[in-house]
């Protein structure tokens, strides 16, 4: 069931599994599920669940979720927030509102835009030391302005890689398409060779306990599932013998064994599903 058609029909006649079904189609929709984003834009959701569950953290654990993922967003905090954007700014990552609330970091957005803390993302934006106006500078460079742009990312460091830059959605790959043709000519038109930068990342154990760790600082979830569908590369590399063998063991390396628990991983991949990640 859509989003959309949960807001047009707010007086339907709940049943357990209508709830399920929903608080399901709002996780898959990267919706927030936390009682007080309920509260204030599904509150008859919220109501159904708690008078069919018991509570609202009882009907989402129903629904096979762990309402400590759901719970993440209350680890953000201004500094955290701050640290966060400039960090991706760096990255050359996208951070316009659309882009942001597309991605992994729609929690942060969310934190970001509540009267606690920003109250609005372009506040958010400015308090990192960025000004809104440049997050969309890219619509409108010229040529030349991009290719500066591209040699500056691979100075510092960045992955220029397509499917990187894809993911990410940093909107300089988008409009240099449209002014290239392609990325790959952008790139060769930047002076880079392209051949090199789109060669898979070769990971070291080092890297994968840092992108671990970063990501537990930014409260991402660190189950095996959610890691193996947003982040292929680094879950496989994790998973080779010759780094930690499973995500499980990469993980505990990075934040030990207590830690590791408290975070709530699923169990080990099987081996199947392991040598499968590792041969993409």
């Not at 599994?17 to 007080?36: F, T």
């Not at 193996?228 to 063998?245: D, H, I, T």
Request: glycine letters at 6%.
């Amino acid at each position: 069931m859509s989003i959309s058609a949960t807001y047009r029909d707010r007086n339907r006649v709940w049943t357990p599994e209508l709830v399920l079904e929903e608080i399901r189609a709002w996780k898959e929709a990267g919706r927030p599920l936390y009682s007080h984003y309920m509260r204030k834009h599904f509150q008859e959701l919220l109501a159904a669940g708690i008078r069919y569950f018991g509570s609202w953290k009882q009907a989402v654990e129903k629904a096979g979720i762990s309402y400590e993922e759901v719970r993440r967003y209350q680890k953000w905090s201004k500094a955290k927030i701050v640290e966060t954007i400039q960090r991706l700014h760096r990255q050359g990552v996208d951070l316009s509102f659309r882009a942001m609330m597309l991605g992994p970091y729609a929690p942060m957005v969310y934190a970001a835009i509540r009267p606690a803390y920003f109250g609005s993302w372009k506040d958010a934006l400015t308090a990192a030391g960025l000004e809104p106006g440049e997050i969309y500078r890219y619509r409108s460079w010229t040529e030349e302005q991009i290719l500066h742009e591209i040699r500056r990312l691979h100075q510092i460091g960045a992955d220029l890689s397509s499917k990187h830059m894809d993911e990410v959605g940093n909107s300089l790959i988008a409009t240099a398409r449209r002014r290239f043709g392609s990325w790959a000519e952008a790139i060769r038109r930047a002076g880079l060779d392209y051949e090199k930068i789109r060669r898979r990342r070769r990971w070291t154990p080092e890297q994968i306990l840092e992108e671990i760790r970063a990501f537990h600082k930014e409260g991402l979830p660190l189950t095996s599932t959610e890691i193996r569908q947003r982040y292929p590369a680094l879950f496989a590399a994790a998973c080779k013998p010759r780094f930690f063998g499973s995500w499980r063991k990469a993980v505990e390396a990075a934040l030990g064994k207590d830690q590791a628990r408290r975070s709530s991983l699923q169990k080990e991949p099987s081996v199947g599903s392991r040598i499968f990640e590792q041969s993409r």
